[in-house]
C-alpha cells in the first residue's frame, strides 16, 4: 500500500454504494485497489480497514478525501498519521452548484411569466408575440442555454457563447455576480500559493460572498470555513481526488461493456482480480 490514498464512494448496481480506497501510485493500473467495502457507514468500514496491519496504515501520509463528515472519521481513525485533503473540485463544484441555483430560479420565474402570458392572450383572443433577445433566444431559451457557459471559463466560450453571455449577465446581473465568485475561487485553487497566503485569499472571498448576500454562497462559506483547515492541506503537495475519480470512471466503463452489474461478488472478482 503507497503513502498516498484516495477515498471515495461509487454506486456498481441499482444505485447500492461502495467505499473504494485507492493508491495513488498506482495510477489506475494493477494495485490500485486497497480496499472495496460494501456501504458507506463509517462503523463498517473502519473495522474492515483494521483488518490492515497498523504498521502499514500508520505508513499512509496523505489522504485525499471528499467533505462528508464519514470520511473524516475514517480516516481520522484508520490512519491517523496521514494529512486529510479535502478535493478541490468538491469545493469548486458546490460554489458551481450555488450559481446554477441562481440560474435555475430565474428560469422557473421566465416560464411562469410566459405562461401567464400565453393564457392572457388565449383569453383575449389575440396571438401571442414571443420577446426574442438580440441573438434570437427568449428569456426562457436564454436561460436554459446558458447553462453550460457557466461551467466554462471565459477563455473557453465560443463566439455564440460570448454574445449569450452579454445579454444573460445584462438581463440577470446577479448571475454575473455569482459567475465572477465561482471564477475567483477557482483562480484561488489554480495559483501555486503559500497555505498562508491561500488562507487570506479564502478569507476575502468569504467577504465578498457576504457582501453578494445570495443564501446558496453563504452556505457553501460556511460550509468552507467549517472544513478549512483540511482544504488549505491542498496547498502543500496540491493533491486532488482525480485519480479516485478516475479509478471510478473506470469501473463504470467496465460495467457497462458486461452491460451491467448481475452478480455483485463475481464483478467484484474480476475487478480486484485486474487492478488490486
Given amino acids: 500500500m503507497g503513502s498516498e490514498l484516495s477515498i471515495d464512494e461509487t454506486a456498481l448496481s441499482q444505485g447500492e454504494l461502495y467505499t473504494i480506497l485507492t493508491n495513488k501510485k498506482a495510477k489506475g493500473k494493477s494495485g ?29 501520509t496523505e489522504i485525499t478525501l471528499d467533505m462528508a463528515n ?10 491517523p498519521k496521514a494529512i486529510q485533503v479535502t478535493d478541490r473540485f ?11 441555483d441562481i440560474r435555475i430560479k430565474h428560469r422557473w420565474k421566465a416560464i ?9 392572450a388565449r383569453n383575449t383572443n389575440k396571438p401571442y408575440q414571443e420577446k426574442l433577445m438580440s441573438n434570437g433566444d427568449t428569456k426562457r431559451q436564454l436561460l436554459a442555454r446558458s447553462r453550460y457557459l457557466l461551467y466554462k471559463r471565459q477563455i473557453k466560450w465560443t463566439n455564440n457563447q460570448i454574445e449569450r453571455s452579454k445579454i444573460l449577465f445584462e438581463e440577470y446581473p446577479d448571475i ?5 465568485l465561482v471564477q475567483s475561487l477557482t483562480r484561488i485553487f489554480d495559483q501555486k500559493l ?12 468569504y467577504n465578498k ?7 446558496a454562497f453563504n452556505t457553501i462559506s460556511r460550509t468552507i470555513q467549517l472544513n478549512y483547515r483540511t482544504i488549505l492541506n491542498y496547498f502543500l503537495n496540491r493533491s486532488t481526488n482525480a485519480s479516485a475519480e478516475s479509478f471510478n ?21 474480476r475487478l480486484t482480480n485486474i487492478y488490486a
Fill in 176 to 180: 454575473k455576480i455569482a459567475y465572477d
Fill in 194 to 205: 503559500e497555505i498562508e497566503v491561500a488562507y487570506t485569499k479564502l478569507a476575502h472571498w
Fill in 249 to 269: 470512471a473506470k469501473v463504470k466503463a467496465f460495467r457497462a461493456q458486461f452491460r451491467g452489474v448481475r452478480n455483485i461478488e463475481f464483478f467484484l472478482f
Fill in 112 to 120: 411562469d411569466l410566459e405562461n401567464a402570458a400565453i393564457l392572457t
Fill in 209 to 215: 460572498v457576504e457582501l453578494a448576500g445570495f443564501k
Fill in 90 to 100: 468538491h469545493v469548486q463544484r458546490l460554489a458551481l452548484d450555488g450559481l446554477q
Fill in 32 to 60: 490500485s485497489i486497497v480496499a472495496i467495502i460494501a456501504g458507506t457507514q463509517a462503523e463498517v468500514i473502519i473495522k474492515v480497514l483494521h483488518k490492515i496491519s497498523r504498521r502499514v496504515r500508520y505508513k499512509v
Fill in 70 to 79: 464519514s470520511m473524516k472519521l475514517i480516516v481520522s481513525t484508520c490512519f
